[in-house]
């Protein structure tokens, strides 16, 4: 069994429209720490809503995933902490990431849609 590891490594920056990308570097950045930034700011920029969608994935998995395993008896703390670690470093890596003009999943989780950066903002309205 093999693993293809350029799902994970896939930059979608390169489907997004360049122009755009640049003008929302720093919002999608903030976007890791206050989600709701980018989609704000920048609405028709497809980069923005990724990094939207990329940030409050990641505050879904800080908040629930960190309480929902401080519940296991014993081990709880410990495995809480490795969580809050790893959450910590995708938040670190997503903001350089978006400074950079990039655009990589979270790992494991990063195939989540809730905001869909495709379809949610049309010119035509």
């Not at 720093?26 to 990724?50: D, Q, W």
């Not at 938040?91 to 790992?107: N, Q, T, V």
């Amino acid at each position: 069994m093999t693993i293809d590891h350029t799902k994970i490594t896939e930059d979608w920056a390169l489907k997004f429209d360049k122009e755009t990308n640049d003008h929302a570097r720093v919002s999608s950045a903030i976007g890791y720490l206050f989600f709701f930034v980018p989609i704000v700011m920048h609405p028709e920029s497809k980069f923005a809503r990724y990094h939207c969608n990329q940030g409050l994935i990641l505050a879904i998995m800080l908040y629930l995933g960190t309480f929902m395993i401080a519940e296991i008896p014993k081990a709880g703390a410990f495995l809480s902490m490795l969580w809050l670690l790893f959450c910590f470093v995708c938040m670190i890596r997503g903001i350089i990431l978006a400074l950079k003009g990039k655009a990589k999943r979270i790992p494991f989780f990063g195939k989540l849609v809730i905001v869909d950066f495709d379809n949610l903002y049309s010119m035509d309205m």
